[in-house]
């Protein structure tokens, strides 16, 4: 009984999980989730399209990730970008899947397709100023329902819902030493049901500062919100490159507290791994792993 209630309220807490994710790849989990200033290469299609207009080579990123350790969540994610002098574009796919306690059925399936871009508008010796978006379409499919008898004979047909989103995001850099990024997430105000099922998908601020005092340090700060909501979640993270093959991440955020740990390993200049993990005080440990490919 305590397993069914379990599933049921994660199945509710991810109802809408493709737009209310803050710590969906190995780095933003490995850092808690402090990556809006710093969102890294092709997984900025996920934290802050702005960033796709520095990239320089195509890219596939590629990663499954284990929610507090239970093996009835299965989410994972496959983007790619590809550099143009019309701005860089990305295309990105997540899933995530609920399992019955049987594990023979999903009680709810969820994707979203994404297309990103980022342009830069503003780029000299001593600064940049990027902009970007992402254009997202949700799918929702929810399963059958058991009814009152128990064996689905009495109970709601299984359904599908569409939603589109769109997401904004900003990135200025000064002397490669400071950046701040901003980035919002369903600025349109998307909604899925009708009458009196209407529900409106979670809109998002992030805000970001990220500190870079050398070549191999650099470190984060991040302020998170949901638009409606007083709670204010403030997160801090910092990568640490030791040399071109390894690079080691941590963060911390506050309300609710976590704690991040992770690493990226490039054994060719072509190929990186990246494995993060992320721990609170009541929940079991978050998992990823990640594999990404530049040509």
């Known amino acids: 009984m305590k397993k069914i209630f379990l599933i049921l309220s994660i199945n509710i807490f991810?109802?809408?999980?493709?737009?209310?994710?803050?710590?969906?790849?190995?780095?933003?989990?490995?850092?808690?989730?402090?990556?809006?200033?710093?969102p890294g290469t092709v997984e900025s299609v996920f934290i802050n399209p702005a960033a796709l207009s520095n990239i320089t080579d195509s890219e596939i990123l590629f990663g499954t990730t284990k929610y507090y350790s239970l093996d009835f969540i299965n989410y994972s994610y496959l983007s790619f970008i590809h550099p143009n002098s019309y701005g860089n574009i990305g295309i990105s796919f997540q899933k995530l899947g609920v399992k019955s306690p049987d594990y023979n059925n999903y009680l709810s399936f969820e994707s979203s397709l994404s297309l990103s871009q980022g342009f830069s508008l503003l780029k000299d010796r001593n600064s940049?100023?990027?902009?970007?978006?992402?254009?997202?379409?949700?799918?929702l499919k929810q399963g059958e329902s058991a009814g009152v008898s128990g064996d689905g004979s009495d109970g709601l047909s299984s359904q599908t819902i569409y939603a589109y989103g769109i997401d904004i995001g900003l990135l200025s850099n000064l002397r490669n030493k400071i950046q701040i990024g901003a980035f919002i997430k369903n600025i349109n105000s998307p909604s899925i049901g009708k009458g009196s099922s209407l529900q409106y998908l979670p809109r998002k601020l992030s805000i970001g500062f990220s500190y870079i005092p050398n070549e191999n340090l650099r470190t984060h700060f991040n302020l998170e919100r949901?638009?409606?909501?007083?709670?204010?979640?403030?997160?801090?993270?910092?990568?640490?490159?030791?040399?071109e093959m390894f690079a080691l991440r941590s963060g911390i955020q506050m309300k609710p507290n976590c704690f991040g740990l992770g690493f990226k390993y490039s054994p060719l200049d072509i190929l990186n791994i990246s494995f993060g993990i992320m721990a609170g005080p009541v929940m079991p440990t978050t998992q990823n792993i990640e594999l990404g490919i530049s040509f």
Not at 14 to 38: E, N, P, R
């Open 14 to 38: 991810f109802a809408q999980v493709v737009t209310d994710l803050s710590f969906q790849t190995s780095k933003s989990i490995s850092m808690a989730g402090a990556v809006v200033s710093d």
């Open 226 to 243: 949901l638009l409606g909501y007083e709670d204010l979640h403030f997160r801090f993270g910092f990568e640490y490159i030791f040399n």
């Open 128 to 139: 940049s100023l990027d902009i970007g978006y992402s254009f997202n379409i949700f799918t």
